[in-house]
């Protein structure tokens, strides 16, 4: 088709005109200098807030690197690829975020000849991370949901309230596999399943994408599997583990999910670091998956090539190389592209022709986001937006109420009635303080610390709110007996004598999640061992001592060992950081008004001090008699959480005894509610495979689906098996589906499978590609009238 350029507009600008023209002609147009430019970002504090001497860093080592308004012109002149955090970083209203986004537009656009706007970016870990917006439970919590519609309706909410305010990609989500429960960040993760990961990570990129937000997937690849799960510690993991563990759910969140953006892992690799990785950030990430998106750093890791990996001289040598490996766009600030790549570029030691790659990549997003259409780079209205309005509540709530895992009811003692008139000691540090119900990257952790003047900047009821709503003829009394963290024991004896004067106890343990150090869970709170917090621990007994039944629950970013105090618990619920309506979740478990079917999506450890391994492991990895002594087993497992009423899993039958090696099985699995109650119950469906060339997982999720059961009913979950499933990396390091064996398993956790069919694989061993079937879908037909 041939096209007449119209009157007065560049090419670029017209929409017209096929994205790759309009593309091609704006980059053949523009210098080296406005080339580079385009790679580059600012971070700009626009608050009043921020000219008050705040404390603390929101990313690591800011205060070594960050410019805040010195010489913007300088910085934006030519243009400039992101605008950082402009309402994350210090609180502002949407009106002055609005503005103050509006402004640096304005200036970006005026300060570059071809008037290119900026992508603005936003950290959206737990919904919208800015003053005022409602901050969702964590991933992990979405994780423990093992609902992906619900986490795609929840993600779509997050950016419909990014582009009403004028941001055009989002930094979330986080699909680092657990692999290490002491590493700080556990609670921004989706668990320590790949496949779960991939599922509920691009149910997330998808309604990010869906409502027009660039998602950036982290961090791309290694980050979670550091040494003693040490933030930024290097990462020893053989090509195997990071092909069958470590990658499968960026692969899914690309092919399924659709994300646009990747951005690298802080570590190094085998010794090198991710940000000069080509093999990772270009072999695997484009020419094998087929990415055409944009790599972006993870904040300042260009000049920590210098700095803190010591593989560049200095820090235009390390935006040399970063280049080379496939960075695309620097991030939060320009420090080694800019002004020291164009001299780099011009004495002939980088090929002008890479930083073409990476500009285009850039130019595509903006021209997709609209920015080169001549509308407004703000949205009309975008100051009045109401980021904590009854949509995203009703989300939060059925989020956390989804994701809170009942553990533990030997006795029945839950539910409470509603109406119980009962002597209740509400204990423990959790139970009063509204920031312990939220993640790292919730903004009033995240940033408000920084800010004590400005509160919460929205209503959040603490636990002990909602329960005196949720319990109003109760006689509740409340002693906190210990702190999160810290060693004083002072108040223990109080909360030991209330616990022993009540009828029951509610013991509320866990987490404050904060930054570098200032919580006991988020970025760079890495654990020593995963005993509980402080002197929580010696709480927890004190209580229990007294012989009053106790309800424990942990409200935490990761998985602690309380296996013992559980055991001798009347209850317990695990609860991963729920949220701004988390109160209420917790509360209508207890009372039973919701009935609970989270699921965890980590272990709970069996032992505070032995090296914590996850549910997926060989043989020897689980507990070995005769062998070690040390015994890795959890106190619950993979999957695990009960409900008021009883399931019991009746059959698992298959379409075929012989699938081919290129084909696919149907799974059939049949349950029945032998309860009284309304419930969902999470199906888990695992796969064994009992002989193969390499030492495989006893079993690993293949397939999951939440099925409604009323009282009496009977269901069956229909699951399509590709056989790509039951794949894996051999000795010569490439994807196959061999002959032979494989052990389909049901059940309502990794340890408690207990139906079993067998099929048998046949064929020729196939060679996986680009074309891997990555899901198993489940449907389930309608019940009989």
């Not at 040598?317 to 592209?337: F, K, N, Q, W």
């Not at 920084?450 to 929205?458: E, I, K, T, V």
């Not at 013992?564 to 009372?591: C, D, H």
């Amino acid at each position: 088709m041939t096209f007449v350029d119209a009157p007065g507009i560049a090419p670029w600008r017209d929409a017209e005109r096929p994205l790759d023209e309009r593309v091609e002609a704006l980059l053949a147009e523009m210098t080296l200098e406005e080339k580079v430019a385009q790679l580059g970002s600012v971070w700009v504090d626009i608050s009043t807030a921020g000219s008050q001497a705040a404390s603390g860093n929101v990313a690591p080592l800011q205060d070594l690197f960050m410019k805040d308004g010195a010489n913007l012109d300088d910085r934006i002149r030519g243009g400039v690829g992101h605008l950082t955090r402009v309402y994350g970083t210090a609180p502002v209203s949407p009106a002055e975020g609005a503005a103050g986004l509006r402004s640096l537009q304005e200036q970006v656009v005026a300060a570059n000849r071809l008037g290119i706007p900026a992508i603005a970016h936003e950290e959206c870990l737990t919904g919208f991370a800015t003053y005022g917006a409602t901050a969702y439970p964590t991933p992990l919590a979405w994780a423990a949901t093992f609902d992906p519609a619900l986490v795609e309706r929840m993600a779509r909410a997050i950016g419909d309230d990014l582009r009403a305010v004028g941001v055009h990609q989002g930094l979330s989500p986080v699909l680092d596999v657990v692999r290490d429960y002491r590493w700080g960040r556990v609670e921004e993760t989706l668990g320590e399943d790949p496949y779960l990961v991939g599922q509920i990570g691009a149910a997330y990129v998808h309604g990010l994408e869906k409502a027009g937000i660039i998602a950036t997937l982290k961090h791309f690849a290694g980050y979670a599997a550091s040494r003693a799960g040490r933030n930024h510690a290097p990462v020893s993991i053989g090509p195997r583990e990071m092909a069958d563990v470590i990658l499968p759910p960026f692969e899914t969140a690309i092919r399924e999910g659709g994300a646009r953006s990747v951005m690298n892992s802080y570590t190094d690799v085998d010794g090198v670091p991710v940000a000069a990785n080509a093999d990772l950030l270009r072999r695997v990430l484009r020419d094998e998956w087929g990415f055409d998106g944009t790599v972006v750093a993870d904040y300042w890791a260009v000049p920590f090539l210098a700095m803190n990996h010591h593989v560049a001289e200095d820090e235009a040598h390390a935006g040399v190389i970063a280049l080379r490996a496939g960075i695309d766009v620097e991030l939060p600030e320009t420090v080694g592209y800019g002004e020291r790549l164009v001299e780099r570029v011009r004495a002939g030691q980088v090929p002008e022709s890479l930083v073409d790659e990476a500009v285009r990549r850039v130019l595509v997003q903006k021209i997709e986001l609209g920015l080169l259409d001549g509308g407004p780079l703000v949205p009309e209205g975008a100051g009045d937006v109401d980021l904590d309005g009854p949509r995203n509540r009703d989300l939060a709530r059925t989020v956390a109420e989804r994701s809170v895992v009942l553990l533990s009811n030997p006795a029945g003692v839950l539910p409470l009635a509603a109406g119980t008139s009962a002597r209740i000691a509400v204990v423990g540090p959790c139970a009063d303080d509204p920031q312990t119900l939220l993640g790292c990257y919730a903004f009033p952790n995240h940033v408000l610390d920084r800010f004590p003047d400005h509160g919460m900047g929205l209503p959040i009821a603490p636990v002990l709110d909602g329960l005196r709503a949720e319990f109003p003829a109760a006689d509740l009394r409340f002693a906190r007996g210990a702190d999160v963290s810290g060693d004083d024991t002072s108040g223990i004896a109080e909360a030991a004598a209330l616990a022993a004067e009540s009828d029951l106890v509610l013991l509320f343990v866990g987490d404050r999640a904060g930054l570098f150090g200032n919580g006991t869970s988020g970025e760079g709170c890495d654990a020593a061992h995963l005993g509980l917090p402080g002197v929580q621990s010696e709480l927890a007994e004190a209580v229990l001592a007294t012989g009053t039944p106790v309800v424990l629950v942990v409200v935490s970013g990761r998985p602690y060992a309380v296996g013992p105090y559980a055991g001798r618990a009347a209850a317990a619920l695990q609860a991963f950081l729920p949220g701004v309506e988390g109160s209420a979740a917790i509360a209508g478990v207890l009372s039973g008004r919701v009935e609970p079917s989270g699921r965890l999506p980590v272990q709970i450890p069996g032992s505070p001090f032995v090296n914590p391994s996850t549910y997926l492991q060989p043989p020897l990895g689980l507990r070995t008699d005769g062998i070690s002594v040390s015994d890795p087993t959890p106190a619950f497992p993979f999957g695990h959480g009960l409900s008021y009423t009883t399931v019991r899993y009746d059959a698992l039958t298959t379409s075929v005894e012989r699938c081919p090696t290129d084909g696919a099985v149907e799974a059939r699995v049949t349950v029945t509610n032998t309860g009284p109650r309304v419930t969902e119950e999470v199906v888990q469906l695992y796969a064994t495979d009992p002989v193969a060339l390499v030492a495989r997982p006893v079993a690993q999720l293949v397939g999951f689906a939440r099925v409604p059961l009323a009282p009496g009913e009977t269901r069956e979950v229909v699951f399509d098996v590709p056989a790509d499933a039951f794949s894996y990396t051999g000795p010569d390091l490439r994807r196959i589906v061999e002959p032979g064996v494989i052990a389909l398993t049901a059940g309502p956790s990794a340890d408690d499978r207990p139906l079993r069919a067998e099929i048998r694989l046949t064929g020729d061993t196939v060679v996986l590609g680009r074309a891997r079937r990555l899901t198993t879908h489940a449907r389930m037909p309608e019940p009989a009238s």
